[in-house]
């Protein structure tokens, strides 16, 4: 990782002589930035979106059924026990 970065800063003073950057600088808008984004706005992030709203959407029913599943039950014993 230090061999990545120190090679990065070398190449970036060699574009930019004036430049005064840190390896910690640099790691900082890779994590923050590049890798971020990419995790944030690339494909499998997207697809992921997806999933997780399919997901979502499947819990959102179950827990509706289940609901329904627990009212009729209490109305039918209620029902049985006046008779």
Do not use: F
């Not at 697809?47 to 997780?52: E, G, H, L, M, T």
């Amino acid at each position: 990782e230090e061999s990545v970065l120190a090679h990065i800063k070398k190449e970036l003073k060699q574009v930019y002589p004036n430049i005064k950057v840190t390896t910690d600088e640099i790691l900082k808008v890779l994590s923050n930035e590049v890798v971020k984004r990419e995790i944030v706005d690339g494909e499998e992030a997207a697809d992921a979106k997806k999933k997780i709203a399919k997901a979502n959407k499947r819990m959102e029913k179950i827990k509706i059924e289940k609901s329904k599943d627990e009212t009729i039950p209490k109305i039918v014993s209620l029902g049985n026990e006046n008779q």
